[in-house]
């Protein structure tokens, strides 16, 4: 509604401005009895991080998180998750000469025209820091599947930048290799040619686009609430919440256009054995090919869900550009300083990452397939073996 | 959250499967003193029927609208606005041999797998029919607008099928020619090059894609909620809400990962006049070119808001495919007869608008612009010269 | 939000005006595989059905119910449940009067003063008219509830008109008395003492108010979730939605100012067999009392929840009254003709039970009680087994 | 949904436990350009806070809030305010006993039912420590009334312990004399009594329930959305949230049952230049009276909003009590130690006030009184004049 919160079921509320006191995060609805501490968290955000390489921002933010609540003896107690991870390198004196006088194409202008005011340090609420949150999140929400029964598995790489496409990467290729490098393309050899071009736009005072690759495996089949709440529409509003994004595409994407109905047709088969969810003797039909990107009618059909998305190059640049004053009422040149991104998708990765895990996650819960309440046993079965937490079972 | 509604504040809430006894729609939160009455809505609805041309399918649907609440002496009371629109021409018959071996790449096994049933009949509510109530209540929403003082103006055009793009058209261009040729394409010569592509696939058995480009004129500046329910997000749920598609862009979509922040980013300068809400003497900040698609930080800025959303090719084609029957457990072979449309863009026009104008408008009462409860007056002004409808006006 | 729907996974939404065309209801929400149809809805309808006995409004209303959508052969099918009634017997003319001078103590007034209009005609949308549309949707409920694995029964009678006060009933009783008169009441001797009473204030040209006492026995334990959406706090707010409600009470209610911590507290026993979820051998904690009403924390304990709900007297009484025309200028005196009730419990009766069908099947969802997909199976478990509805089954 | 969120436009989420690290709350939707400082706020967490008086917990917690975002050079921006208080007095140990063996009548057993585990230390999230997040939401929800246009006043105390009732007392005398006390009750000699028996129940080791008056003044007529979320049934959740509450009511209250139509209805006159919203000639209807609480059919009159909620005794008493320790199977006595209120009404004052602040701000930013974005301007006019918050201007 008034936008600081995201998911139905398992929903997340955050605040924070790039050069404010705090970030913080509040996870309603995650389930009890989920294995979780700081350390578990921290390791998304480290990945996340500003200055972790040549080709991010130098800021210098250590990203701790500290948990206040929701969580006892290492397990969640079903109550909600309350995360802060304090501002530490704020320098807003750069940013004085754009408080009445708007950075190009950043969000300057427009939050001064809706709020008539704005948070001007580091770009306040419009900066990307607040994704610092959603990664946080997204670790409460990656530890609630990896406790839960099923076996679900999400990965992101970084598969073009300026016109660098990588090649077809395996799932298995995606999550060995998409880490290795800064970049975060799985392809060791594209990444070093998208490197090198990024290094030559961050040396001319550029930045440069690209787009990301996902893919979530394991994802129950019969997931998603059609029409309005279908898999698409919910992936898509989690997308283009990403700050800088102007495309979404699941499946084909915008090559369907050129595709025909009989080539992308796929038959349906009996299953044969490696669907793990089959348990019928006849089998369960599953689809030959995956051109459907594992959403069918807006619900999963239990393939791996698939797509990509793309980032427009960061506006913060060097370069003299011209702005005007509107206390002033003078035109005047500026350059953007500061420590900034030469590129996006790099550092978004994780973001992506986060944001499936909360939006896979939503619907599982949405879908009764995780006790929302509790994730040591079923829905409709009482478990009368408590497990309080106590002192004395240390 | 269950699928069957959409938006905050503009309410959406619907009902109806393709071969059930009617399709139903509740708009709630459309405010009181708006003229509308069922002429209105039916002229946007004739525009989605089916059977309005060679390119679409042949069912016979008058789709005809009854207004069962909410209006009163052909002005809006504020109260919601029910509508019905009865299913006339369903036969069901022909989709007996699907009930339990389900169609190549339709949303007939995901359905089941859900809800371990479907209504089968024409697609049930995985039907593209359901969106005859999506125009209903963007009628409803466009007359709200069109009411307002505001000057909001949206239209649609099919941009893509196969590999024929159209040019860049001008919004004039599309307010006239769109709506003049069966594929709703505004450049008239590309149009006839369309029609005859889809032609040929429809001779062959054979569907194909397509894309559609929206844009929405006049939307005020300041509007959008960041992180979560920024336009970019909510657009971005809305469009992927529309059955059969795989992209939304807005902006310069997939097409930013190679243009350069020097390239992209638009200088600031003061408004010469041309823009309506300047009324301070210095002017007001315009950006220099539209690269952003009216869209910075998630919150609109005065300029155009465009984008694009892509179809994939129609599921239903008469090609022998194959399929498995989960109760007797055997393959076989089928044949989807019945009548359906070869392209989906065309029809989807409509829809595309429907759901820019209830989006808009949802925004635009989120954002205060408009009084959600009566539009004659303005919010915190009252209003003592009331004009109940009365028997004794007639 | 805007006020025309209740729920948070089992959603009510509502149109309609006490002579519109027609009253809508629409239930998302709702699993599959449910047993359905409009002769179990009418039912219940039935019993809340004006003209009924002498102590209700004379108005002819068939109140027949038409579903449109989400039933096939007899069961839900997990989409929405689109359902409408005609209203045949709106006789305007008479509120011709009030167009322009507000009848005392009705909501003509405030919905002018909100919208700047109303429809006049028998009170519009503020008519307990609407009503009608939640027990259609406390129909559906109930139907999911009694094809669940669940027990769960639900009662309500007139416990007080005036100063006649029932005597305690046990739950029994509820089921077997409260239906079998006029007043509802489930003391027959009270029933009688309650019928006269309200038969002399109607002889007046009075009107009187009164308090209904509702039970629900076997909801689940566990259930609820604090602190916003406890089930004190959920009740509350369906209870206070029924028209001329002034109060909602549970437990104790308004008595537990006098009530001393020693003598409300109730120790903790084990359960001695007579509480069916009990599994393990040491049995499971149970409470000696249920002075909490069956909420402990805003979470239910087991027991069964009851409390009580007040209406107070109708306002459209034929007694000569003073208002003022705002159009006009003029004060002037009126007198409420038509047709109305002399007292509101008798008739909120199957009210009352509808919204508690509704706020505890939300919470059985919510609380994973029950699969939100479908009845048929649990959550978790992959039915491979479907049932869809098949002409060759029957 | 979960719980842990409040609100609709102006949304409070919120999180912490009794002996957890921290207590959170986001608030969401405050209007940019209301001045507000973390004084502000402690003045009223210093009316709730305990140890304040000998009739409240000795618990020592300073309960200092921290603003982490939302405000800048003392003015709201319009992002989420996030606060924090830490806990500073928790002494956990005293708890022990009760983790596997729950506290009568507490939330214990419940909290353990639902989540298969709980915080026990403080009773954890069941704890009304909790309200303390919910004083910090109210005081920014009263700095947004406050820099309105509107001058809306709101006060409550309380006006029954046991059978001790206090008399009516006008609204000046609420403003004036009901924080004077230890018992926050508006009549002082009735504040005597109140005390003297406080503190006699307190020397027995027992408890005592009450109950709390509420006002509202101011209110705008017009607002409250019918039928789901009128000002009753919104109001009916607030209050119900509030923890150990048992009754909510207004107007009338559990007293309409006695009260005929005649005696209650309000004749409607000119309104004499006393309402600050009349602008005509003729005047607007007022109701001579006000039975009806400020409330017809779920809207405001502009009249003057009033009601009351009950409180059961506190739970936590000295005396000597039986439970039963699920691991162990044994029966066990237990007394329940620890630093406890011997009555609620009096620290809940600050409560009701801020749930009153909450719903009332939420309904008049949904009926568009308030300019969502900011609080300088009205809605609909685009204002030039920036005042962003500059350097330059200290």
């Given at each position: 509604m008034n936008g600081n919160r995201f998911g139905r079921l398992f929903q997340v509320?955050?605040?924070?401005?790039?050069?404010?006191?705090?970030?913080?995060?509040?996870?309603?609805?995650?389930?009890?009895?989920?294995?979780l501490d700081e350390d578990l968290i921290q390791r998304d955000l480290d990945r996340r991080k500003p200055g972790q390489s040549m080709i991010?921002?130098?800021?210098g933010e250590p990203d701790e998180v500290t948990i206040n609540s929701g969580v006892q003896?290492?397990?969640?107690?079903?109550?909600?998750?309350?995360m802060v991870i304090q501002n530490k390198d704020a320098r807003s004196g750069k940013y004085e000469p754009y408080v009445?006088?708007?950075?190009?194409?950043?969000?300057?202008?427009?939050?001064?025209?809706?709020?008539?005011?704005?948070?001007?340090?580091?770009?306040?609420?419009?900066?990307?820091?607040?994704t610092v949150n959603w990664v946080a999140a997204g670790a409460v929400a990656k530890a609630v599947l990896d406790a839960s029964d099923h076996d679900v598995a999400i990965k992101a790489h970084v598969n073009r930048i300026d016109d660098i496409e990588a090649p077809e990467v395996s799932f298995e290729q995606l999550l060995e290799h998409s880490e290795e490098n800064d970049v975060r393309c799985a392809d060791p050899e594209t990444a070093d040619r998208m490197q090198e071009r990024i290094e030559e736009y961050q040396a001319e005072g550029d930045s440069i686009g690209g787009s990301i690759y996902f893919e979530a495996r394991g994802v129950p089949r019969g997931l998603g609430a059609p029409r309005f709440d279908g898999v698409p529409a919910r992936l898509g509003q989690a997308m283009m919440s990403i700050p800088a994004t102007t495309a979404f595409e699941f499946g084909l994407g915008t090559g369907a256009t050129e595709v025909t109905g009989k080539e992308r047709n796929e038959d349906w088969e009996f299953d044969e054995g490696d669907h793990p969810e089959t348990v019928s003797e006849a089998g369960d039909p599953v689809p030959v090919g995956n051109d459907h990107g594992g959403l069918q009618g807006g619900i999963t059909t239990g393939e791996p869900i698939y797509g990509e998305v793309t980032w427009h190059a960061p506006t913060s640049i060097p370069k003299k550009q011209r702005t005007v004053d509107w206390e002033t009422g003078e035109a005047k040149e500026i350059q953007v300083v500061g420590r900034h991104d030469p590129v996006l998708p790099p550092r978004a990765v994780p973001v992506v990452e986060a944001m499936l895990y909360v939006t896979v996650l939503d619907f599982m819960l949405l879908g009764g397939r995780i006790n929302p309440d509790r994730i040591d046993d079923r829905p409709g079965e009482y478990d009368t073996d408590y497990h309080p937490s106590s002192p004395h079972n240390e």
């Open positions: 509320t955050t605040y924070g401005e790039s050069h404010g006191e705090a970030m913080g995060v509040t996870v309603s609805g995650c389930p009890a009895g989920v294995e991010t921002t130098s800021r003896d290492g397990y969640t107690t079903g109550t909600p998750v309350g009445t006088a708007p950075r190009p194409s950043h969000g300057d202008y427009t939050y001064s025209a809706k709020f008539g005011t704005r948070n001007w340090g580091g770009g306040g609420r419009s900066s990307a820091r607040e």
